[in-house]
């Protein structure tokens, strides 16, 4: 079976989390597609030539969660030639057999617009960076100036931007739980299945 759930959203709003239950509860692959960003930033140089050249040791290194890596992932973001190397990969994975979960910013707009499901999981700025912050520490607001730093260059770059498909249900996390968001998640993905 070839199924594709494209889940979009801005940094920090539980994409991952929802996206790895969902994976886990249909039994389907999940691809962090936030990660070959990172390590494209993480690896230094060229990014071009990064992406191009991106291996899984690469992405198996152990500092592309911090905030730095994941600035660096947002600024090479933006350059065409790095997402447009990183496209075939991500398409040959939404197709694989057995059905693929995909997170990231322009999965269900551009990588995977005929996705069976498109989820954008979002909520707002201030939850986002208290989530973040317990994760990371530091100052909250200068997490919170991090957030919105990454929210504003991810969606107004020209190249593929951080917007919801039309066809796109949204997910509001705010004021979720990750057991009521993953719910949410899964629901919209059982009902497609039928
Ligand atoms: O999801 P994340 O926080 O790991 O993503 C890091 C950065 O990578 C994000 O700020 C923008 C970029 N990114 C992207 O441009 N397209 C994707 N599909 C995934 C991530």
């Known amino acids: 079976m070839i199924f594709t759930v494209a889940i979009d959203g801005p940094a920090a709003a539980g994409k991952g989390t929802v996206s790895r239950a969902v994976a886990a509860h249909f039994g389907f692959a999940h691809l962090d597609t936030g990660l070959l960003y990172r390590a494209v930033g993480a690896k230094g140089g060229d990014p071009v030539a990064a992406a191009q050249s991106l291996t899984q040791e690469d992405l198996d290194r152990g500092d592309l969660r911090t905030l ?4 660096a992932a947002s600024r090479v973001a933006v350059i065409p030639e790095v997402r447009a190397a990183l496209v075939a990969f991500q398409r040959s994975f939404a197709r694989r057999e057995g059905g693929a979960v995909l997170d990231g910013r322009d999965i269900g707009t551009v990588i995977c617009p005929d996705a069976e499901v498109k989820l954008y999981v979002t909520a707002s700025a201030e939850v986002r960076a208290h989530r973040r ?4 520490g530091g100052d909250e ?8 730093e990454r929210d504003r260059r991810d969606s107004e770059r020209a190249e593929a931007p951080l917007k919801p498909a039309v066809d796109a249900v949204l997910i509001d996390t705010s004021d979720l739980s990750i057991a009521a968001a993953t719910r949410a998640a899964c629901d919209i993905v059982a009902a497609r299945l039928g």
């Open 133 to 136: 912050w317990l994760e990371v």
């Open 141 to 148: 607001a200068q997490v919170l100036a991090e957030v919105i």
């Open 68 to 71: 730095e890596a994941g600035q």
